[in-house]
């Protein structure tokens, strides 16, 4: 339909036969509207009415290093005054949650169900938003000299990246604690960071010929990296549409709007 606005939405409903997500498309281009719709009518349809079947292809969100990771993390997430055998009690009850968990459920939908053990378990309701604050604070104390590099380097994209790929530190689903003078470390080091020529290449030539940029966002504090690179791809790519997308709510320290807007 269209809004008063003028711009034409369409609404598509996904599913997998057993969870299902509705996206909204938004556009005012009135060929990419029909494009869209052409493209739609003659897409095969994975369900059928009296004949369900899930693709054989599905993604797998989960993996070990996944497991292994919450599984540690949130072993120290007891309380430290908690005994021996609720410790045992609480981490029987993630163990399970992780056991159970689809391999389409990344960590954000599965800390969800974890988290509200815990609010079960300890009465602790782990509140993130003073901690997001924090770092995005940090990290904008941090991003005149940031920038300053990056501006000053060879190839501003590249750096840029490097330096995003340093704000992914600060992912408290990863772990307990952020260490801060790690984090200047790494700051102060950037060229750690190795980016992989061959998938640098084939971005940089996407973005030659490219119309639009889809840029999805992670932790808050690494917001702050991200904005100067979006900045420095728009400065190259000035015809570049970009899209910028955030957490739609809370989970863990990851990004939301409100986030973005500090």
């Not at 606005?5 to 009135?30: H, P, Q, R």
């Not at 941090?142 to 501006?151: C, D, I, S």
């Not at 984090?183 to 940089?204: H, M, V, W």
Request: with cysteine; aromatic share 6%; charged share 35%.
């Amino acid at each position: 339909f269209e809004s008063k606005s003028g711009y034409k939405i369409i609404t598509l409903k996904v599913t997998d036969g057993s969870d299902s997500m509705y996206l909204k498309l938004f556009t005012k281009d009135e060929e990419e509207f029909a494009r869209i719709k052409d493209l739609l009518k003659n897409a095969p349809q994975s369900v059928k009415k009296g004949n369900r079947r899930k693709e054989s292809m599905e993604i797998k969100r989960l993996h070990p290093e996944c497991i292994s990771c919450m599984t540690k993390i949130h072993l120290g997430k007891c309380p430290k005054e908690m005994s021996e055998d609720k410790k045992v009690e609480y981490m029987q009850k993630v163990l399970k949650v992780l056991a159970e968990a689809p391999e389409r459920f990344g960590a954000p939908v599965i800390v969800r169900t974890i988290n509200a053990i815990q609010d079960e378990m300890f009465g602790i309701k782990q509140n993130y938003a003073e901690i997001k604050k924090y770092y995005n604070q940090l990290m904008m104390g941090h991003e005149e000299q940031v920038n300053k590099k990056v501006t000053q380097s060879k190839d501003p994209i590249k750096t840029g990246i490097q330096y995003a790929m340093i704000g992914n530190y600060i992912d408290f689903g990863a772990r307990i604690n952020v260490n801060e003078e790690q984090l200047t470390e790494l700051l102060n080091d950037s060229d750690r960071f190795a980016i992989d020529e061959k998938q640098y290449s084939e971005l940089t030539a996407d973005l030659e010929k490219a119309q639009k940029l889809v840029y999805l966002t992670d932790n808050c504090g690494e917001v702050v990296m991200d904005k100067i690179l979006i900045r420095e791809i728009q400065k190259k790519y000035p015809d570049l549409e970009i899209t910028i997308l955030v957490r739609g709510e809370e989970v863990i320290n990851d990004a939301t709007m409100e986030d973005a807007a500090q």
